[in-house]
């Protein structure tokens, strides 16, 4: 590897300051890219001007002028200052200018060409210009200046006795040429290449003659593709004022045209701490040159850190491109110049100092453009680098490989990125990028499963990916008095035909386990991607992996093809600090959070990441409640930091589950990872609460409910976990051995998830404990939480459940539910009356409490954090990719209109599912909340539009399927449930996204409404209004929804169909810059 010495000469005033910040810019490119360049860089102070008098009694001394001869570049601050020179001596009558040395080392350097570009370090510095924005706005010019020429080294004599004086202006032809030949170097290094405006004097000048002649010639024998143009320098210099971008190019001159041209120029950009310049003296890596700011060295400030350093900063710059061919370089500086000094508007961080309008130091103007230029820098190594990582056998990334950073990511885009299939450099992955990602674990109920055999059977019964990678548990519909009905026998019937057809290992009989209940706790690892067709799959999010629920025909997809495909969702992070109260548990804590952030706002749409010290207080069942519902609360995903307590918990599985401890993988959050928003929860403050019917996010203090009467209460469901029905439990006990009764009303049930917690129950003594408080103890299933199976609550009965969801008809058709947590259900069951825990809480023995739910009692492996290692094969990259035209699709029809949330148990409830057809399923469309619908569906009314939120709750895949059995043919919401907008377009159903209020307005019941697909727009009352509708989202319709892709490219459907969605993006640009484009003068 090549050192390279750079001469610094800090020089006088406030010389050192910028040029100590210059320094650290160009060490950072040292060190970020020698090994890109083969190449390093030393620095070596040297002394002069005014501070070099001082020390050695010149300006230049010897050593200074020898080092920057033997140098690779020079880089200069300032010199001179009202000091010097010092006064006249009888020894020093005549002593040394600081300006001398500058004058001095030029001609020794033999620096014959000084250059110095006119431009605006950033776009919104347009408007600080002395002249008129409007003037100045396209400016864009470099003054290449003859250096060591002209009048300034002709022959000169001063005033004599006769009071004349005169000086010379001496030019030859090789001096002209080889001012003119760097300069049309310059031009050249543009495209198309810059032209090239020669200013003289040519009618009064012989000088100026001789000038325009070499120049002509020079031009057009060496570089003739360079345009030439001459103009008198009176000339250039009214149009600098009048028209400055009408010298746009290389404005080309002599020695003192130059001097005077360029020092006017410097004044358009607005001060002069911007501009850099370079003296050179000759072309290419072999010369040498000197750069410096245009400013002088501004003793009033010096020493105060308030000097701009762009100047100086951008001089490196230049230094990189002239002295080393280092163009990428230093381009990357003038960005992050650009980015550190441009307003917000303009995509900038606004850093400015004083003259600029700012109050930033010369150490932060420094330390900003230092961090941006480190990304600039970075993309320069993903451009060198990027093809020359390794891989190990699989085609997996190996983290250690790179040689240049990703971008900061969040947990939940680590573990999507980790479980990506062909993704390209730089190999991270961003919210809104589409990305192909394998799947660890597809899980599904006998409901769902059903659901899903309908596209099993449509594609023919293709076998699945992985046998011992489906978890099919048989618990929405079941309960052991209705099983020999025929409509749970043939859901159980189904299941178990499809466990030995492809040998399931993982299928749960009936009032086995819930879905999310013993797959959480015997099989879900750190850093695993899983996909269930249930919305509360993100429960296993609990243990630090991105689980999310999906619909049937979604989830069938990985479980055939081992992949399915994700646009990146934002991340929102909720940090938890402080430490609960005894017995505050999950449950408490999301209805806390619900209650504070409310449903789908910060979290909708997006992948809720638990984070903060408070998680050391939490139990992987706490986590389990909260990763839960963070369905409820609008997330895709709620996924918790894995940590020493998800090990120790992970290392208590025993016996079979024993084989599902290895495998897991630990992944931190990279510092500088962006969130969509960060929010605070202080788990000190978190008390009892109630979620109130029929909101999730209607959530009262339990004081404030106190005493309303229950008809029932329920303990059970996936989101109570085993610590919260010992918790709950311990409650009832507490409660008797004090003499509590429970009265004789009301149905009071406890339902646990699993037979194994069933089965610990038993054995810690709580099952009597429940019965003797008056509760049924129910098989494990879903019972009152869906309210389909045994276990309905009656029309206008009042509940109190430890369920997740409190929604319309959700228990029971008619029902009006409320949520709360096991602790607080077991408190108002006594007198069924809803009831504050808290007393109750404060008399268990919490000896026993820790005994009971042993936490933390077995000691996992030490956790070892890892970086993701994606598979970087190309997405797409397959025989069988080809070419597909977007369709030119139009849609016309009148409008029903509903509101926001509007959510899928009211879209086809679900007593009617699975269905036999879409057609079966839209005879039920809406059937409780609006009965009308599929009749003026019937009469053209096909077209829903709503606002927020469409298709929230359940992941059922069916509502869609129901909106396009009934005939709907288009969908317009301000936004969808992350789910229900999944199974939409896997579904084949056009959804698309209006933000517009005005369209809102004009939107109403039974307006006709015209809508173009291909271009984006629908009309409504003659007004046009955008619309958001992917490239993938388009390509899933286009191709029939999945089934259809499928039959097609089989399990390269999702590789197959980003690819062309890319494509189609790709085109789309293409067409919009050429319309932008169309009417500039190339």
Excluded at 685 to 692: A, G, I, M
Excluded at 947 to 958: A, I, K, L, W
């Amino acid at each position: 590897m090549k050192t390279e010495t750079i001469v610094l000469l800090k020089g006088d005033g406030i010389g050192p300051e910028i040029v100590t910040e210059a320094q650290k810019v160009l060490q950072l490119v040292s060190d970020a890219r020698k090994e890109a360049n083969d190449m390093e860089f030393e620095f070596k102070d040297e002394l002069i001007g005014g501070i070099a008098i001082d020390q050695t009694g010149s300006p230049l001394p010897e050593q200074t002028l020898n080092s920057c001869l033997n140098a690779s570049a020079v880089l200069l601050g300032a010199v001179g200052g009202p000091q010097w020179p010092r006064p006249a001596t009888p020894e020093n009558p005549h002593p040394p200018r600081p300006e001398q040395g500058l004058l001095d080392i030029r001609k020794k350097m033999n620096l014959f060409c000084n250059i110095r570009p006119c431009i605006f370090p950033c776009e919104s510095l347009k408007s600080k210009s002395p002249l008129k924005e409007e003037i100045v706005k396209d400016t864009e010019f470099i003054v290449v200046r003859e250096l060591t020429g002209g009048a300034y080294f002709g022959k000169r004599e001063e005033e004599n006795a006769e009071g004349v004086a005169y000086d010379t202006i001496i030019y030859s032809v090789p001096e002209v040429q080889r001012i003119t030949r760097i300069a049309a170097q310059l031009a050249l290094a543009h495209n198309p290449p810059y032209p090239i405006i020669s200013i003289d004097k040519a009618n009064v000048l012989a000088s100026s003659r001789l000038w325009r002649r070499v120049v002509t010639e020079t031009i057009q024998k060496e570089f003739p593709t360079v345009k030439l143009q001459h103009q008198l320098v009176d000339s250039a210099a009214m149009i600098m004022v009048k028209n400055p971008s009408a010298l746009n190019g290389v404005l080309l001159t002599e020695n003192m045209f130059g001097d005077i041209l360029s020092d006017e120029s410097s004044v358009i950009p607005g001060s002069l701490g911007l501009l850099p310049s370079a003296s050179l003296n000759g072309w290419g890596k072999e010369s040498n040159g000197l750069y410096e700011p245009i400013h002088g060295s501004a003793p009033e400030i010096a020493g105060q850190n308030i000097a701009n350093p762009i100047g100086t900063i951008l001089s490196a710059a230049m230094l990189l491109r002239y002295s080393f061919g280092l163009e990428r370089e230093a381009k990357a500086i003038e960005k992050a110049v650009a980015k550190v000094l441009d307003d917000e508007e303009h995509g900038g961080l606004n850093v400015r100092t004083k003259e600029l309008g700012g109050n930033a130091t010369t150490t932060e103007i420094g330390d900003a453009i230092r961090k941006a230029l480190a990304d600039e820098l970075n993309q320069l190594n993903i451009e060198d680098f990027a093809d020359k990582v390794e891989v190990d056998s699989t085609g997996h990334l190996i983290p250690s490989s790179l040689k240049f950073k990703r971008r900061p990511m969040t947990l939940c885009e680590k573990i999507i990125c980790n479980s990506a299939v062909g993704l390209p450099a730089p190999y991270d992955v961003k919210p809104g990028d589409m990305v192909c990602v394998k799947v660890d674990w597809t899980i599904a109920s006998e409901l769902t499963w059903k659901g899903m055999e309908k596209t099993y059977n449509a594609m023919n019964r293709p076998g699945v990916n992985r046998n011992d990678r489906f978890w099919l548990a048989i618990d929405h519909t079941v309960d052991p008095s209705i099983n020999h009905l025929p409509k749970p026998q043939g859901l159980i019937k189904a299941s178990r035909d499809f466990q030995k057809e492809v040998g399931i290992k993982d299928l749960h009989g009936p009032n086995e386990t819930i879905l999310h209940t013993d797959f959480y706790r015997y099989r879900a690892l750190p850093g695993q991607m899983i996909c269930g067709a249930d919305s509360h799959s993100c429960s296993a999010g609990a243990l630090g992996n991105f689980a999310v629920g999906l619909g049937a025909a979604d989830v069938l997809m990985p479980l055939v093809t081992g992949e399915t495909w994700f646009k990146v969702p934002e991340t929102c992070e909720i940090r938890f600090v402080g430490k609960p109260k005894f017995g505050i548990t999950g449950k408490d804590i999301i209805i806390h959070v619900l209650g504070e952030l409310k449903r789908n706002t910060v979290g909708f749409e997006r992948a809720c990441e638990w984070t903060g010290p408070g998680l050391k207080y939490l139990s992987c069942d706490d986590r389990f409640a909260i990763a839960n519902m963070s369905t409820e609360f609008g997330g895709i995903a709620g996924v918790f930091q894995a940590d020493e307590i998800t090990a120790n918990f992970i290392a208590k599985r025993s016996g079979d589950n024993a084989n599902y401890k290895d495998g897991a993988i630990y992944f931190r959050a990279d510092e500088g990872a962006q969130y969509s928003s960060s929010h605070i929860i202080d788990l000190s403050k978190v008390e009892p609460s109630v979620c109130k019917y029929p909101a999730p996010d209607n959530v009262f203090p339990v004081g404030e409910m106190a005493g309303t009467p229950l008809d029932g209460v329920f303990i059970g469901a996936c989101t109570t976990a085993e610590e919260e029905l010992i918790l709950a439990g311990l409650v009832l006990e507490a409660g008797l051995k004090k003499g509590y009764v429970p009265v004789c009303k009301g149905t009071r049930k406890v339902t646990p998830g699993s037979a194994s917690i069933l089965a610990r129950l038993r054995e810690l003594g709580l099952i009597d404990v429940y019965e003797k408080a008056g509760f049924k103890v129910g098989a494990p299933g879903c019972s009152y939480c869906l309210g389909i199976a045994a276990d309905r609550a009656g029309e206008g009965e009042v509940w109190l459940s430890s369920q997740n969801r409190n929604f319309k008809n959700r228990m029971g058709k008619g029902s009006i539910g409320n949520v709360a947590s096991a602790s607080c259900v077991a408190a108002s069951s006594f007198d069924m009356k809803i009831t504050d825990p808290t007393e109750l809480l404060e008399s268990i023995d919490k000896e026993k409490w820790e005994k009971f739910r042993q936490f933390n009692v077995v000691k996992g492996e030490d956790i070892v954090i890892s970086e993701p290692a994606p598979i970087i094969a190309r997405a797409g990259d397959s025989s069988n990719v080809d070419k597909v035209e977007s369709k030119k699709v139009t849609i016309q029809g009148k409008i029903q209109r509903f509101e926001d949330h509007i959510d899928t148990d009211a879209i086809i409830p679900a007593e009617f599912m699975p269905g036999t057809s879409d057609e079966d399923l839209g005879t039920h469309c809406f059937q409780y909340v609006r009965p009308e619908f599929r009749e003026k569906v019937k009469n053209g009314s096909t077209i829903v539009v709503a606002g927020v939120g469409f298709g929230s709750g359940s992941s059922r895949e069916e509502a869609p399927r129901a909106l396009k059995g009934s005939g709907v043919k288009c969908v317009i919401a301000k936004s969808y449930a992350f789910i229900y907008g999944r199974n939409q377009y896997n579904m084949a159903l056009y959804g698309i996204i209006i933000n517009d209020d005005a369209f809102y307005e004009i939107a109403t019941e039974d307006k006709e409404i015209f809508i173009d697909i291909a271009n984006r727009y629908v009309e409504i009352e003659g007004k046009k209004f955008p619309f958001q509708l992917s490239s993938m989202e388009e390509k899933l319709i286009e191709g029939g929804g999945v089934t259809e892709l499928y039959s097609k490219y089989k399990n390269e459907l999702f590789r197959v169909t980003i690819k062309h969605a890319l494509d189609a993006d790709n085109e789309r640009a293409c067409k919009k810059a050429c319309l932008e484009n169309d009417n500039l003068n190339w």
